[in-house]
């Protein structure tokens, strides 16, 4: 029997999490909500949208769950604070993860996670709430990720690794063992860390620089 999920949301991370749970998950999405002032249309993906400020309402929390679908906004300030309004409503805050995720931890996993296809979660790792996982992820063996974290797709998180609260890890960023990365970090795409990071660092990989030969100029092309 299918339980009933109400998502926050009406973007594109909505939909994502409209889809998944449609596809892979015991729950059946009943509705959107976003705050009144953010309501364009009254319907999104086929479902209501509803005011967040009238759920309770329309969508009691003794009956209905909760999912917030949002993104990084704000270094995940906007996602933290959604997520711990629904809570303050009384809402049991749901997560979804992934049938084709390798999950091995247990299921030491926190409230409202977005966990994608294709992660490795490595045995004794420890997740907390409100933590997005973005499809690819290698996550290692005794690391912990705190609260409202955002990890983009195809990190390498080596073993023992610390990731504080409100972090965002770009996509096939590479973090070596045993470092901690403090609260609020921003660790950019393709970056390479081997020590830890300070509470609000941003750290940002080498780009690629242009060639000064044209491709037209390439023979073996």
């Not at 084709?100 to 420890?126: H, M, W, Y």
């Not at 409202?148 to 096939?172: D, K, P």
């Not at 393709?190 to 044209?214: F, N, Q």
Request: hydrophobic share 40%; glycine share 8%.
């Amino acid at each position: 029997m299918s339980k009933s999920v109400v998502i926050f949301g009406s973007g594109d991370i909505a939909q994502l999490a409209y889809h998944y749970f449609s596809t892979d998950s015991a729950y059946e999405v009943v509705a959107f909500t976003v705050d009144a002032s953010y309501i364009k249309e009254l319907e999104f993906c086929g479902l209501p949208v509803v005011a967040f400020e009238d759920v309770l309402n329309r969508y009691p929390a003794e009956s209905y769950d909760f999912f917030v679908a949002l993104s990084y906004t704000k270094l995940n300030a906007v996602r933290k604070e959604k997520f711990l309004a629904a809570k303050e409503k009384g809402y049991k805050l749901v997560s979804f993860i992934s049938s084709r995720a390798s999950v091995l931890n247990d299921g030491q996993i926190g409230e409202n996670c977005f966990i994608f296809e294709n992660n490795t979660i490595q045995p004794f790792v420890k997740i907390g709430n409100n933590v997005t996982l973005w499809s690819g992820n290698h996550i290692g063996h005794h690391s912990v990720i705190h609260d409202h974290t955002f990890i983009a797709s195809h990190v390498v998180v080596s073993g023992g690794v610390e990731i504080g609260e409100q972090c965002f890890i770009g996509v096939n960023a590479t973090l070596r063992d045993h470092i901690k990365v403090g609260d609020r970090c921003v660790v950019g795409a393709g970056a390479l860390l081997l020590a830890d990071a300070a509470p609000e660092g941003v750290y940002i990989g080498a780009a690629t620089d242009r060639s000064k030969v044209p491709s037209t100029r390439l023979r073996s092309l």
